[in-house]
């Protein structure tokens, strides 16, 4: 009898698993907001790809859509751009760590998020578009195809 529920407990917990992981991955992502300040964008969002390659498809699938809702990433004068994406964690907070990024056009005292970067786009003045992820560092080709870079 104590092993039935034994069994009964590991079965209701790898049931539990077998719900919880799909969601987990195939949440949509979240954009909380877009910051602009000299030639940067931060974008702030929640639930996004935990993977290097889910990162990168996530923002050649919203590529245009970024473009056209929130102006990101946002040209310099240049033609370049620079688009850092932050998890937006437990939301606005005040700024009272040295390490949180603050943005200086919301007036409250609640305009502060903690550093953390999950991905950085960026291009060169040759238009080539980079990716920094947790892993390396990514190129996306003419061709369409992901390099990584050393």
């Known amino acids: 009898m104590q092993i039935n529920k034994k069994r009964a407990a590991l079965l209701l917990a790898g049931a539990a698993l077998l719900v919880y ?6 949440r949509p992502v979240e954009i909380v907001a877009a910051h602009h300040k000299n030639g940067f964008t931060d974008l702030l969002v929640k639930n996004f790809p935990f993977t290097d ?15 056209e809702k929130y102006n990101a990433p946002y040209l310099d004068e240049d033609g370049t751009f620079w688009a850092t994406i932050f998890l937006f964690g437990d939301g606005y907070q005040k700024d009272i760590i040295d390490e949180r990024l603050c943005f200086d056009e919301i007036k409250s005292e609640l305009r502060c998020i903690d550093k953390n970067a999950v991905m ?5 003045r040759y238009n ?9 560092k990514y190129i996306l080709r003419k061709n369409g195809e992901i390099d990584k870079v050393e």
């Not at 992981?21 to 195939?26: A, G, I, R, S």
């Not at 080539?128 to 390396?136: E, H």
């Open 128 to 136: 080539q578009v980079f990716f920094r992820v947790s892993k390396g």
């Open 53 to 67: 390659r889910g990162k990168i498809n996530w923002w050649l699938e919203n590529h245009a859509m970024l473009k």
């Open 120 to 124: 950085t786009v960026f291009s060169n």
């Open 21 to 26: 992981l799909p969601w987990l991955f195939l």
